[in-house]
């Protein structure tokens, strides 16, 4: 079993930065598990924005957060982070680190999900 626990988020004016962090439980987390970022934004579905392979090499990114985002992981200390910069009102949502075994985009392909973390960004 996985879990999961997101922090980091806050409050931020429109061209601010925040950096999430995500926790993940279990001694063969790190050599086992692809990590992704989705966002859910009040009255819309929950979306992909940024994901990495469980040994780093292989990275996406939603095209709304490219060049503005980076997805970033510390193995030794079971940690993802996601690093946001140039935030927008858009990006305002709960952000949610989520686990698989191997990489994806889509929603219901991970298995496991923190709670969430809530992200506001004022104009």
């Not at 819309?44 to 970033?72: L, M, P, Q």
């Given at each position: 079993?996985?879990?999961?626990?997101?922090?980091?988020?806050?409050l931020?004016?429109?061209?601010?930065?925040?950096?999430?962090?995500?926790?993940?439980?279990?001694?063969?987390?790190?050599?086992?598990?692809?990590?992704?970022?989705?966002?859910?934004?009040?009255?819309?579905e929950?979306?992909?924005?940024?994901?990495?392979?469980?040994?780093?090499?292989?990275?996406?990114?939603?095209?709304s957060?490219?060049?503005?985002?980076?997805?970033?992981?510390?193995?030794?200390?079971n940690?993802?982070?996601?690093?946001?910069?140039?935030?927008?009102?858009?990006?305002?949502?709960?952000?949610?680190?989520?686990?698989?075994?191997v990489?994806?985009?889509?929603?219901?392909?991970?298995?496991?999900?923190?709670?969430?973390?809530q992200?506001?960004?004022?104009?």
């Amino acid at each position: 079993q996985v879990q999961l626990v997101e922090s980091g988020g806050g409050l931020v004016q429109a061209g601010g930065s925040l950096r999430l962090s995500c926790a993940a439980s279990g001694r063969t987390f790190s050599s086992s598990y692809a990590m992704g970022w989705f966002r859910q934004a009040p009255g819309k579905e929950r979306e992909f924005v940024a994901a990495k392979s469980s040994s780093g090499t292989i990275t996406f990114y939603a095209d709304s957060v490219k060049g503005r985002f980076t997805i970033s992981r510390d193995n030794a200390k079971n940690t993802v982070y996601l690093q946001m910069n140039s935030l927008k009102p858009e990006d305002t949502a709960v952000y949610y680190c989520a686990a698989r075994r191997v990489i994806g985009t889509k929603t219901y392909e991970y298995d496991y999900w923190g709670q969430g973390t809530q992200v506001t960004v004022s104009s």
